[in-house]
């Protein structure tokens, strides 16, 4: 036998599921990297746990709207943390592999900043796809961010990773790899 607090769920669910879902879909989740069906789950938990604390909805469709717009802030907001210790840990990994010593030693600032100045002076579009590519992001990673096709990054980031070897030789950095 179903409970009083299931019953006043699905009822819920039953009248008012078109309207969530499309509140969900208006903020166009793909874009971060989210999926609508799971904003919508963690929009049924809420929606469960406010039944079961047994608080009185007076407005539903309001109080709906207020809880698909705190689930969809607090997802932004969880993607926000990530990327943040996600970069830092990338930061932190890029200083600790610089060299002390050898071909970079004799340069007046360090190697990332060298490769930075000169991935500033590539085009806008380039530059963003390339700095992302240099934090270790693989193009499927910046084709998601920046909404683009898949084609249209690696094109994009092979065109400016050329720009850049070219870029640092005109800045002076003449490094070759010799093959055998």
Same mark, same amino acid.
């Given at each position: 036998?179903?409970?009083?607090?299931?019953?006043?769920?699905? &009822?819920?669910? $039953?009248?008012?599921?078109? #309207? /969530? =879902?499309?509140? !969900?879909?208006?903020?166009? @989740?793909?874009?971060?990297?989210?999926?609508?069906?799971?904003?919508?789950?963690?929009?049924?938990?809420?929606?469960?746990?406010?039944?079961?604390?047994? &608080?009185?909805? $007076?407005?539903?469709?309001? #109080? /709906? =709207?207020?809880? !698909?717009?705190?689930?969809? @802030?607090?997802?932004?907001?969880?993607?926000?943390?990530?990327?943040?210790?996600?970069?830092?840990?990338?930061?932190?990994?890029?200083?600790?592999?610089?060299?002390?010593?050898?071909?970079?030693?004799?340069?007046?600032?360090?190697?990332?900043?060298?490769?930075?100045?000169?991935?500033?002076?590539?085009?806008?579009?380039?530059?963003?796809?390339?700095?992302?590519?240099?934090?270790?992001?693989?193009?499927?990673?910046?084709?998601?961010?920046?909404?683009?096709?898949?084609?249209?990054?690696?094109?994009?980031?092979?065109?400016?990773?050329?720009?850049?070897?070219?870029?640092?030789?005109?800045?002076?950095?003449?490094?070759?790899?010799?093959?055998?």
């Amino acid at each position: 036998m179903r409970t009083r607090q299931e019953k006043e769920f699905q &009822k819920i669910m $039953d009248e008012f599921s078109g #309207y /969530l =879902r499309s509140l !969900v879909l208006k903020f166009n @989740l793909n874009r971060l990297g989210l999926e609508a069906e799971d904003l919508m789950q963690d929009v049924r938990l809420k929606i469960w746990k406010i039944i079961i604390d047994e &608080k009185k909805i $007076d407005n539903p469709a309001s #109080y /709906l =709207r207020k809880v !698909v717009e705190t689930a969809v @802030l607090d997802q932004i907001r969880k993607i926000r943390r990530e990327e943040e210790v996600f970069t830092s840990e990338r930061q932190k990994l890029i200083s600790e592999i610089e060299p002390k010593t050898g071909l970079y030693h004799n340069l007046d600032c360090s190697p990332k900043e060298y490769i930075l100045k000169a991935a500033d002076r590539l085009m806008d579009s380039r530059k963003t796809v390339v700095k992302l590519y240099l934090l270790n992001m693989n193009l499927a990673e910046i084709s998601a961010y920046l909404n683009y096709s898949r084609a249209k990054t690696r094109n994009l980031l092979y065109r400016g990773l050329a720009d850049l070897r070219t870029t640092l030789k005109e800045m002076g950095f003449n490094y070759e790899k010799k093959r055998r």
